[in-house]
């Protein structure tokens, strides 16, 4: 299948992942040892509503895997999620000779790929996202990354509390997914680690730890409190008023999302596009590409 039979189209939807340009260039160049043409779309969704399709060359996407951020542009697009904006999308598909289309991202986008299926396009989902919430597969695309990233911050965090005798409350990425907070929290040697998954008691799980470190000899804390508990603010608040050590809030926010991809992240994501095109050579379509415990593997995407 599709060697001489149509293209594929790749796009990129959703948060942006650090490793999702290694991904696009894996796609391009496995394809193009096959004989077999890749259209990129800028902006997701949005551009494939648009028709808003690049050409993509084996050179366009040189020197791509150190690159964080995404070439294609990423969106989040509302007019996909009408039965109208799947329509456009499928027809400017069909416009452009598209047969196939590979959508880099989490597990939103994968919901656009059923849409898509549904209006006869193959599709293969390639999981991206720092949050490492899809359900399929051990790995997401950009999870070492941003968790490096959020390391490497709250080494310098717990520098300037370690002066001042404070506690860090801060703030990690993952939408309504604790992963990267645990992980992170493991790796920096944190006091406490709330996330939305697991309920906490503030007493035993804050409160009480920071009163015994303090008997140890203590003299700062971190506390990581994951973005999808809602609740960074009012635990910092309450940690400075019931133990009366002096606490600062720091957000980590969007600069998890960036910089250069690690080499985890390369070589996965490098190995997911892969993965992906074959996938279509071989005949699957509508197909999520997962890692577990280090294979290649594929499921249905619906
Ligand atoms: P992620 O893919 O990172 O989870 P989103 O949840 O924002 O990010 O999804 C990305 C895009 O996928 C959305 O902006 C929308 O265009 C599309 N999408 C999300 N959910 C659906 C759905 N149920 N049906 C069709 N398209 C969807
Ligand atoms: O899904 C990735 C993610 O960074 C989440 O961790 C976060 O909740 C969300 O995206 C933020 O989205 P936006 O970039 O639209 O603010």
């Known amino acids: 299948m599709f060697k001489n039979d149509g293209t594929i189209a790749v796009l990129t939807s959703g948060g942006d992942a650090p490793g999702m340009n290694a991904a696009i260039r894996a ?11 890749v ?17 993509l060359g084996i050179q366009d996407v040189s020197s791509l895997t ?20 799947q329509d456009r999308a499928a027809s400017a598909c069909k416009y452009r000779g598209v047969k196939a289309v590979i959508v880099i991202g989490g597990d ?63 703030e990690v990425m993952g939408r309504n997914a604790g992963h990267l907070a645990v992980y992170v929290g493991i790796a920096t ?49 309450r940690i400075e008023r019931e133990t009366g050590i002096a606490t600062r809030v720091t957000i980590l926010g969007h600069v998890q999302r960036g910089g250069r991809p690690s080499a985890r992240d390369r070589v996965t994501a490098s190995r997911m596009g892969k993965h992906a095109v074959e996938l279509l050579s071989n005949g699957k379509r509508n197909r999520l590409v997962g890692i577990i415990n280090g294979t290649m593997h594929d499921f249905d995407i619906g």
């Open 27 to 37: 796609v391009v160049r496995t394809a193009y040892a096959r004989g077999i043409e």
């Open 39 to 55: 259209l990129g779309v800028r902006r997701g969704y949005t551009g494939l509503i648009n028709g808003d399709f690049i050409e």
């Open 66 to 85: 150190s690159q964080g951020g995404t070439y294609l542009y990423t969106a989040r697009s509302p007019e996909f999620m009408s039965a109208e904006g």
């Open 108 to 170: 939103g986008s994968f919901r656009g790929c059923i849409e898509l299926s549904k209006r006869g396009l193959a599709t293969i989902g390639i999981p991206a996202t720092i949050d490492n919430d899809i359900a399929c597969t051990n790995y997401t695309i950009g999870f070492d990354t941003a968790a490096n990233t959020a390391i490497e911050a709250i080494d310098k965090l717990n520098d300037t509390m370690r002066s001042h005798e404070r506690c860090s409350v801060v």
């Open 189 to 237: 040697g944190a006091c406490s680690v709330i996330v939305p998954e697991r309920p906490f008691d503030f007493d035993s799980d804050i409160s009480e730890r920071i009163r015994r470190g303090k008997l140890n000899g203590r003299n700062h804390f971190i506390v990581i409190v994951a973005e999808g508990t809602g609740i960074t603010n009012e635990v910092a608040a």
